[in-house]
Every structure is written in structure tokens, then in C-alpha cells.
């Protein structure tokens, strides 16, 4: 079973930058393809970011295109999300995700961390 846990987010003014990790415990999490997502107030979590297993590929929400970028660490078991250019738009709780059979569909998730962007 994996284990993630997120660190990282809080208060931000716009145009300014955080920077999400995720740690994972357990399971083959250097085989998983990881992913961030985000839930806003009054909102369905939505798809943010997601890496292959070896880092080489991801890919991105086009609301977030060009300003945040999601990167691995498979020898500490550890995945970021870099937020830069941030927009009141982007305050959500972010999730980070497990997919472990490369299906699109995430089997394990974090319990959520808040972001907050104010104008």
C-alpha cells in the first residue's frame, strides 16, 4: 500500500511562487506514474500535472501550461510541483496521485494540502 503525503502549500500573492512535494512510502513508487490534481471551493478535482514513471514525460493542464512544472525524484521517493506566475484561480487543495498501471487512473492519493493565491 502507498502512503503519500504533501507539504508545501499555503499563502501566496498573486504572481508569486510555491512549491509542492510529495512524499511516497511503500509500494513500487519508482514504477508509478505520479500526478497532481486540485480541488477549488464549489468544484470537481481537476487534473493538474502528471510524470512517467522515469521522469522522462509529462504533461499538463492547459490552465496551467508554461507556469508550473512537476518533477520526480525516484531515490527519495519524492514528487514536486512547482507553481510559478500563480493566479487567484489557482487557490484549490492539491492532491497528489499514484497510477499504478500507467491506466489514467490514479489508485492512491494524498490527503490534500491547501493552496491560497490572493489578489
Known amino acids: 500500500q502507498v502512503q503519500l503525503a504533501e507539504s508545501g502549500g499555503g499563502f501566496v500573492q498573486a504572481g508569486g511562487s510555491l512549491r509542492l512535494s510529495c512524499a511516497a512510502s511503500g509500494g513500487a513508487f519508482n514504477s508509478y506514474v505520479l500526478g497532481w490534481f486540485r480541488q477549488a471551493p464549489g468544484k470537481q478535482r481537476e487534473f493538474v500535472a502528471a510524470?512517467?514513471?522515469?521522469?522522462?514525460?509529462?504533461h499538463y493542464a492547459d490552465s496551467v501550461k508554461g507556469r508550473f512544472t512537476i518533477e520526480r525524484d525516484n531515490a527519495k521517493n519524492m514528487v514536486y510541483l512547482q507553481m510559478n506566475s500563480l493566479k487567484p484561480e489557482d487557490t484549490a487543495v492539491y492532491y497528489c496521485?499514484?497510477?499504478?498501471?500507467?491506466?489514467?487512473?490514479?489508485?492512491?492519493w494524498g490527503q490534500g494540502i491547501p493552496v491560497t493565491v490572493s489578489s
Open positions: 510524470i512517467s514513471w522515469s521522469g522522462t514525460y509529462s
Open positions: 496521485a499514484a497510477d499504478r498501471n500507467s491506466d489514467a487512473l490514479f489508485d492512491y
